[in-house]
């Protein structure tokens, strides 16, 4: 069953004089993503619930970094669930290009949908070892083609148009998702940066404020990346995906899909 989904402005922080004149409803901020209940506050969330900053970002890692793994081989078939269109259930949605696809068609040909790594493989060096590399929260099923002109770069505004991209574009150093998939990517890139913070072995990803970061542990560009956050909040696709993810495979969650407004409360 998917998560009840309440939204509610965002109180600001209640300031000490207005605590003292005794107010009780804080004033509210147009913040676009708006805080949000699930039915995870509870439970799964509970030790999270209530913070912010440092303190939310380490115990988020901790509560999604309890979960199970898939090989890089399982994430065919999972991606064919996962990624499911939810209007022809033979069929997969191919992330950037919005493209509906048989789930047959998965391989390396032109034509073909492949397993795009949304934290780039390279961006900390992890490829497809089981951990990382096959971490259904950022792989999704891709166009061949689409999937090459993204390559490993950074995500930025701008560029020209992809060809059968949906209304992707893409420039010497950076690439932009259709609208549609911006908030998804973000919400992807994000999750990667709480869930690995230098232990099991790979690096400590995160965002930063570049393009070209190249084979560092970092994506870029976290101003944009937030950007997008409030521009595409969570859809139904990107939530029973979540839901997914945590009831069948790894058993966590993207935090960011259930609280978008955590993007804010940490970054
Ligand atoms: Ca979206
Ligand atoms: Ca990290």
Not at 60 to 80: G, R
Not at 107 to 115: E, P, V
Not at 235 to 257: C, G, K, L, M, W
Request: some cysteine; aromatic content about 8%; glycine content about 8%.
């Amino acid at each position: 069953m998917l998560a009840t989904r309440i939204r509610r402005w965002k109180p600001v922080a209640l300031t000490i004089a207005a605590v003292l004149v005794g107010l009780t409803a804080p004033a509210l901020t147009a913040t676009p993503a708006a805080a949000t209940t699930t039915a995870y506050d509870s439970t799964y969330y509970k030790n999270a619930v209530g913070k912010t900053g440092a303190s939310l970002k380490s115990s988020l890692h901790t509560i999604i970094s309890s979960q199970s793994k898939i090989s890089y081989s399982a994430v065919w078939e999972a991606l064919k669930v996962t990624d499911q269109d939810p209007n022809n259930s033979s069929n997969v949605l191919l992330l950037y290009s919005g493209a509906s696809r048989s789930k047959s068609l998965n391989g390396g040909d032109l034509g073909d949908w492949n397993r795009e790594h949304t934290w780039a493989k390279s961006h900390g060096d992890f490829g497809e070892v089981t951990g990382p590399g096959t971490d259904l929260h950022h792989l999704r099923a891709c166009d061949v083609q689409v999937n090459s002109i993204r390559g490993n770069l950074d995500f930025d505004n701008g560029g020209s148009a992809v060809a059968n991209g949906g209304g992707s574009t893409v420039d010497s150093d950076s690439f932009a998702p259709r609208p549609a998939d911006r908030g998804d990517v973000a919400r992807m890139i994000l999750y990667m940066a709480v869930r690995y913070d230098g232990g099991d072995g790979f690096a400590d990803l995160e965002p930063d404020e570049k393009v070209n970061n190249g084979s560092a542990p970092y994506m870029g560009k976290l101003s944009v990346l937030k950007a997008w956050n409030e521009a595409d909040p969570p859809s139904a696709f990107e939530e029973r995906r979540n839901q997914v993810i945590y009831d069948t495979y790894q058993h966590n969650r993207n935090p960011f899909i259930d609280h978008p407004e955590w993007v804010e409360a940490i970054w």
